[in-house]
């Protein structure tokens, strides 16, 4: 993604977002966004749309939000709402907790999609070793971060564009198409799993490119 951003002329910056709680996060996003010596487009997939949309509202060189196969809550949603509303029980239920220490000698509970449910809900497009890849390496987050109401949204006031993934099986396509709606977000479908981002990365790439040129 990275790469299909650079050849189109874009300066990206892929974000270690620290997964320990949506506002928290948010702020952490927000101040690099603000350490950014001109305009910015944000991106984000999966609980990564909650973080940006929560984000911009405090990044006055924000130009516009895109979401790839992401949440974008309204005020007082969370992402296991949003998920819970979708009247789907897999992807809740594929959602694996671990009782971890982050550092402050208390257990935390942290989640991650279990590994044998992670090719056919969230990378039904990858070959079977990428999905297992991607399945090892993804970061899990703080459960509490997924449950935590959302803040006044910035679609409200930024262009959004929304990156709908119809094959996704974690986040339903239709909810996508919903959030996006509601956000009055320009929507581009692609036949993909929810891991678009690496399965389409160059059209993903594209409407990056084209929010941060209208930006």
């Known amino acids: 993604m990275v790469t299909a951003l650079r050849h189109a002329g874009i300066e990206a910056v892929a974000v270690a977002t620290p997964l320990g709680g949506l506002r928290s996060d948010a702020a952490y996003v927000a101040s690099l966004a603000r350490a950014v010596d001109d305009d910015v487009v944000l991106a984000g997939e999966g609980y990564g749309g909650a973080v940006i949309t929560a984000a911009a509202g405090s990044c006055p060189n924000a130009t516009g939000l895109v ?60 070959s079977l070793d990428d999905a297992l890849t991607a399945a090892a390496t ?30 996704d099986r974690m986040l339903a396509p239709q909810l996508q198409r919903t959030l996006a709606r509601r956000a009055g977000a320009e929507i581009v479908e692609l036949d993909a799993s929810h891991a678009v981002s690496r399965s389409r990365p160059s059209e993903v790439a594209d409407v990056i490119a084209r929010a941060a040129r209208m930006g």
Do not use: K, M, N
């Open 138 to 167: 993804q970061r899990a987050v703080v459960a509490g971060a997924l449950d935590e109401p959302a803040p006044a949204p910035a679609w409200r006031t930024l262009p959004s564009w929304y990156v709908v993934a119809t094959r």
């Open 67 to 126: 979401y790839v196969a992401a949440f974008a809550p309204d005020e007082g949603e969370s992402c296991v709402g949003l998920l819970a509303g979708a009247g789907d029980p897999r992807p809740l239920e594929a959602i694996h907790p671990a009782i971890v220490e982050r550092g402050d000698g208390l257990g935390t509970v942290e989640a991650s999609i279990r590994r044998d449910r992670f090719r056919d809900l969230a990378a039904g497009d990858l």
